[in-house]
């Protein structure tokens, strides 16, 4: 038994069973959040790419582009700090499919690719 993979498929497999605008409009934060611990979940392992994805487009929906601003969303979810690392890495990982200029990480401006 993987625990972590077991977790990750699980997310997707949930989140991919319910409709984004419906279901999560006004708690896109919590969406966010549970994207964020299954893309966590999924490392090294397939299921990552679509959780960046989704990440991102999250983002790009909330109009989130600073790692600060992120971060205060996701510390109003339970989370230990411990997880605030990874989860910028995450964050890095998913800018990285946004269009260039859309990024900044604490007032610097993420170049993507």
């Known amino acids: 038994m993987n625990l972590y993979g077991d977790l990750a498929r699980m997310l997707q497999a949930a989140l991919q069973a319910t409709d984004r605008a419906d279901h999560w409009g006004t708690w896109w ?8 611990i299954g893309g966590y979940a999924a490392l090294k392992r397939e299921e990552r790419m ?8 999250v983002l790009q929906e ?6 600060v601003a992120i971060r205060n969303v996701l510390e109003r979810m339970p989370i230990c700090r411990t997880l605030l690392d990874p989860f910028e890495t995450l964050w890095c990982e998913a800018a990285a499919f946004m269009p260039r200029g859309e990024v900044v990480k ?5 170049l993507s690719v």
Do not use: A, K, N, S
């Open 50 to 57: 679509w959780f960046l994805r989704m990440i991102r487009e």
């Open 106 to 110: 604490d007032g610097d401006l993420v």
């Open 62 to 67: 909330r109009g989130l582009r600073h790692w």
């Open 29 to 36: 934060d919590i969406l966010l959040w549970t994207l964020f």
